[in-house]
């Protein structure tokens, strides 16, 4: 009896056994596939986060007075906020927004700054940036995804530390907002050497285009900037500058000199809009006035480099000189660009690069932007 009795209440102790490991087992999975479910969740929202949407336009239907976003991308600080502050002086804050990318944790407060209009403008999710290198359009691109979160930004300008304006704020707002096109200065330079063959075929030859990167867009061209995923990655492996002549590396600069050299802020915004096909909506040229300085040899890595306006060469003649151009000749295209805007012939620059404080100064004295008290200028900081 006692033999029967255990043999079968053992089977039943077994049936219970593989129940309760079935449902182990059930609860273990699904634990698992809630853990990766949540996994996958994060990684698409910190992907979608970080890569805006294709559909922002969608979602932001702007029906109301027009921003210019002005777009600051400098070294550390700005050394021409006094002459800037002049130019938004009584100027209504609904007609334009301000962005700073500075060195990381650099912020813009009473000890760093005597224009209030800059205070904490800088972007919290600045880079590390490197000339000739692709950090700059990285930076460019950080700039413009931050400035298009406020639907109102309309136009938008790229500017240097250097950087000054020719006019008051109501002739370039007018003037940007007349225009229903993005100013990019963008030619097909045939002698060029930059292009690197190892982009073919996501970027052809024919696509390539060169040009300054001070590009004023509008809101549906920053967008194809900000969202683009195909060029700017292969700018970052292909389009390097290449290294300084070192002279403690010795025959080892030969080696170096031999890499492909190529500046990607002076081809990037050109060459993906050349891939979008948009060039039809620009006018291919600046509003940004530079001087290039000629005299560096081909031995100096630097090459051309932006001739520095000082007190003496900020006078009135000259700067009536530089907005009286109406037109600019691109030699390696044999075509003259005439300065329109929506057909009707205006001044080619708004602004001009690059500028010292004394120059600065200068255009200040002489009312271009603004009435202004130079004299504070003298007195200590806050």
């Known amino acids: 009896m006692t033999k029967k009795a255990h043999a079968s209440i053992k089977p039943g102790l077994s049936m219970r056994h593989v129940l309760c490991l079935g449902w182990k087992l059930v609860i273990l999975l699904s634990v698992a ?14 992907s979608t986060a970080a890569r805006p949407r294709k559909s922002r336009s969608l979602i932001y239907e702007f029906n109301g007075n027009p921003k210019v976003a002005f777009l600051f991308l400098v070294r550390r600080n700005l050394p021409l906020d006094f002459l800037w502050e002049s130019f938004f002086e009584n100027v209504d804050r609904a007609n334009f927004s301000i962005y700073i990318h500075s060195e990381p944790r650099f912020v813009f407060d009473e000890s760093t700054t005597r224009s209030a209009v800059f205070f904490d403008r800088q972007l919290r999710n600045s880079i590390k940036v490197a000339w000739g290198e692709a950090s700059m359009i990285q930076a460019e691109r950080i700039l413009f995804e931050e400035a298009l979160q406020d639907p109102a930004n309309q136009r938008f300008v ?3 530390d250097s950087c000054v304006p020719l006019y008051n704020f109501s002739y370039i707002y007018n003037y940007l907002m007349d225009s229903p096109r993005s100013f990019v200065d963008s030619f097909l330079d045939k002698k060029d050497v930059r292009y690197n063959p190892q982009m073919s075929p996501a970027i052809s030859k024919q696509k390539w285009r060169k040009g300054s990167q ?3 867009l509008v809101r549906r061209h920053v967008e194809e900037v900000v969202d683009d995923e195909i060029v700017f990655p292969i700018f970052r492996k292909f389009c390097k500058r290449r290294p300084p ?3 403690s590396k010795g025959r080892k600069n030969l080696k170096l000199q031999k890499q492909h050299n190529c500046i990607p802020d002076e081809h990037y915004v050109q ?4 891939m979008k096909d948009l060039e039809t909506e620009l006018e291919r040229r600046t509003i940004t006035y530079t001087v290039w300085n000629q005299s560096t040899t081909n031995m100096d890595n630097g090459g051309w480099h932006p001739f520095t306006f000082s007190y003496a060469d900020a006078g009135s003649e000259q700067m009536k000189r530089i907005k009286d151009i109406n037109h600019v000749y691109y030699e390696t295209e044999y075509r003259t660009e005439w300065c329109s805007n929506n057909f009707p012939s205006v001044p ?8 010292s404080q004394g120059a600065a100064m200068r255009l200040l004295s002489q009312g271009v932007v603004g009435n202004f008290d130079v004299s504070t200028l003298l007195e200590a900081p806050p």
Do not use: E, G
């Not at 596939?33 to 910190?46: A, G, K």
């Open 33 to 46: 596939l809630c853990v990766f479910t949540f996994l996958r969740i994060q990684q698409y929202s910190h």
């Open 158 to 160: 790229l500017l240097s």
């Open 214 to 216: 001070w590009v004023t």
């Open 245 to 247: 002549v070192d002279a």
């Open 271 to 274: 060459t993906l809009l050349s």
């Open 348 to 355: 080619c620059f708004l602004f001009a690069r690059k500028f």
